[in-house]
């Protein structure tokens, strides 16, 4: 009797919870009401399942108790045993595959839509990386250049093809902000350069697996104006929970502005193959700013500033507020003073040796000298206790290598120009009590 009693209020509990829970999907911002009509039609048939199946076990457990009454008169059951019963099995396979069906057409007949876009869809690609986000739209030629892993460089983040004609007036956004126009349907391209990731805004109703060594794709129509964050929804790796983004969905005369203000490839290359300008006389400490600058906007724009904060408080990896100097701990027992060399090993090669505290989780980064001497001037800037803007100690020219600053600055205009109206103060900085402490240097 208790156990048919609990089945009982276990079921009441649960339709009450549903119909009262606070925890509903957030407001739907795109053309995808299929999704939620899909998983309405889900939650409808699986509910009425656990409802009728758990009631009647309730029922049979007090029907048949122990102490029931029987026809005799006699109390107490005992159960008959009967190994195949035809009728009752033909019934189970026909409603398990009624059920089954009903459940599955729906978001066959979705995804089938999901995955065929409009003629008219404009295109943009995402990339995914550990743990960042960058995107690409084509140019005035309409149409996205080739990639291949093996362009990949410090210079060509998201390895596309410098001899493709059809790539050179590629738009390249390195930040991890992008626009669309509103009622406009994209078509989203999506690759992997590490691990599995999983493109996600949830007001759109719309995601994806990114697969490494694939291309996959779906799309949607944005139809409410704002900012609507990006989540990857798969585990990526400790630093998951930190890979964001946003979507800034804005009319079509003000996406236009925005993305003729982005650099295209052509551009980037232009810029990356430039040669170093004469430093004008007494203009080195103008020169040190300007380097610490890239190096700040090289942290954003590589994902840095989604693992290590300057504020003092560490995160996935250690603070960079005071690294410079210090003396580090490694996890066999060795230490090693923190300077240009050490910055420039941990940089090339993270899971050499591992900070004591910190696991073997931060992804090699493809960087060129002059990108790592930026980012150790930046860092150099943190340790001194000397802000973003400040110029570091005289040796911090001295030891980015030749050429760094027109490089870096270079980089700089490159991040910037990419990133929009994103700022360093939307970068996800994690207080101590939020981030595991087995995590990446």
């Keep these: 009797m208790a156990m048919a009693i609990a089945l009982v209020v276990i079921v009441v509990a649960s339709v009450l919870f549903h119909f009262l829970s606070p925890w509903w999907a957030t407001p739907l911002a795109s053309n995808w009401k299929q999704m939620d009509d899909t998983l309405t039609i889900t939650l409808v048939i699986t509910g009425v399942f656990f409802i009728v199946i758990n009631l009647f076990i309730g029922y049979i457990a007090w029907r048949f108790r122990h102490g029931a009454p029987r026809q005799n008169g006699q109390n107490g059951h005992r159960a008959g045993y009967h190994p195949e019963n035809r009728k009752l099995e033909i ?3 026909v409603g398990t595959a009624f059920g089954v069906m009903a459940l599955l057409a729906p978001g066959l007949f979705v995804y089938a839509d999901y995955v065929r876009p409009p003629r008219d869809a404009m295109v943009m690609e995402v990339i995914g990386q550990q743990w960042q986000w ?28 410098p001899d493709d004609p059809r790539g050179q007036d590629n738009v390249v956004i390195s930040g991890p902000e992008v626009h669309l126009p509103l009622n406009r349907p994209v078509k989203v391209l999506l690759r992997s350069r590490d691990v599995l990731h999983d493109f996600y805004v949830p007001p759109f109703r719309a995601r994806m697996n990114m697969v490494p060594g694939m291309v996959t794709s779906f799309w949607f129509t944005p139809t409410q104006a ?33 993305l003729a203000k982005q650099p295209t490839f052509a551009m980037t290359l232009a810029k990356a193959a430039a040669p170093p300008p004469p430093a004008p006389a007494g203009a080195a400490g103008g020169a040190n700013a300007a380097l610490i600058e890239t190096g700040r906007a090289l942290a954003q724009s590589k994902g840095c500033a989604g693992c290590h904060s300057i504020d003092g408080n560490p995160g996935v990896g250690p603070t960079w507020k005071g690294l410079f100097g210090r003396t580090e701990t490694f996890a066999d027992g060795s230490s090693a003073p923190v300077d240009d060399a050490f910055l420039k090993e941990e940089i090339t090669d993270p899971q050499a040796r591992l900070v004591k505290g910190f696991g073997p989780v931060m992804p090699k980064i493809p960087l060129t000298d002059d990108e790592i001497g930026a980012l150790t001037a ?6 001194s206790g000397e802000g973003a803007g400040a110029a570091p100690p005289e040796s911090a020219s001295a030891g980015a290598p030749a050429g760094a600053t027109a490089a870096a600055e270079t980089s700089s205009q490159a991040a910037s120009a990419a990133s929009g109206t994103y700022t360093t103060s939307n970068a996800a900085v994690v207080p101590p009590s939020a981030s595991p402490r087995a995590a990446t240097k």
């Design 91 to 93: 019934w189970l396979t």
């Design 134 to 161: 960058a995107f690409r739209f084509p140019g005035k030629s309409g149409q996205l250049g080739t990639s291949d892993p093996r362009f990949i460089s410090g210079t060509n983040p998201l390895g596309l093809n």
């Design 226 to 258: 704002g900012r609507f964050e990006i989540l990857c929804a798969q585990l990526c790796g400790v630093g998951h929970y930190n890979m964001r983004g946003m979507v800034v969905v804005e009319d079509q005369a003000a996406f236009d502005a925005w």
């Design 378 to 383: 930046y860092i150099r800037a943190q340790g």
